[in-house]
């Protein structure tokens, strides 16, 4: 069973009597325990494909079955539920609410499944320590800097025990140095972790992070090899 596997996935927006048509036709799939970056060209319609894939966005024509379920068959309820339970999505910006708390903005999902504080306090705690951010648990995103703000949003991707973590751009507003660690901590959260990843970058020297690399290019795969990394 494919973890994640797309067919004939299209994709177009109708402005006025203007079509553009961003996705093409994709086949993709992922397997357990698998790191993939997609990389392609601002406006290749990489992210389009991510959050049609993350079911946040519908495809137009064509099939996307995430462990074995069809998306298009599965509620807003359901779908939800499964966001705070199976997988979780991290955007180029850290998307954290400024008026909560560091530890507050990661427990969030948790909070919202209404669990007891008790039962994840340990491992919100581990989690914490293992992105370096537990020293920051009282302060508020505004006084945190770019790279640990997309720690807190990788720890508060991590504490739902997720089986995919899909990824736009983690990268894409931080400075070199601060983009390789969160990279290095990608690679430790697949390698050690056993969570599957799935990526879309510009980045082909990010990308090289990942177990495999798949290329797109107007709308379309163009082709896939092994990372060498």
Do not use: C, W
């Amino acid at each position: 069973m494919s973890y994640l596997k797309a067919e004939g996935v299209k994709k177009s927006f109708v402005t006025g009597d203007v079509t553009a048509e961003v996705l093409k036709g994709v086949d993709f799939s992922m397997e357990e325990g698998e790191f993939v970056a997609i990389v392609g060209e601002s406006g290749s319609g990489k992210s389009t494909l991510l959050y049609i894939l993350a079911g946040i966005e519908t495809a137009t024509e064509g099939s996307v079955k995430l462990f074995d379920r069809e998306l298009s068959s599965i509620s807003d309820a359901e779908l939800a539920a499964m966001r705070r339970r199976d997988f979780s999505f991290v955007y180029q910006f850290d998307n954290l609410v400024p008026n909560l708390t560091v530890y507050e903005n990661i427990v969030l999902p948790l909070a919202l499944d209404r669990l007891k504080e008790e039962s994840y306090l340990d491992s919100v705690n581990e989690i914490m320590e293992y992105l370096g951010v537990a020293k920051r648990k009282d302060s508020y995103p505004r006084q945190l800097s770019g790279g640990e703000q997309q720690r807190v949003a990788l720890a508060r991707a991590l504490v739902t025990s997720p089986k995919i973590i899909f990824l736009d751009e983690p990268t894409g507003s931080l400075d070199k140095e601060r983009g390789r660690q969160v990279m290095e901590l990608l690679a430790d959260i697949n390698k050690t972790r056993g969570v599957s990843l799935l990526m879309v970058t510009h980045s082909d020297l990010h990308a090289a992070y990942a177990s495999r690399v798949v290329r797109m290019e107007d709308g379309v795969l163009i082709g896939e090899r092994e990372s060498k990394t």
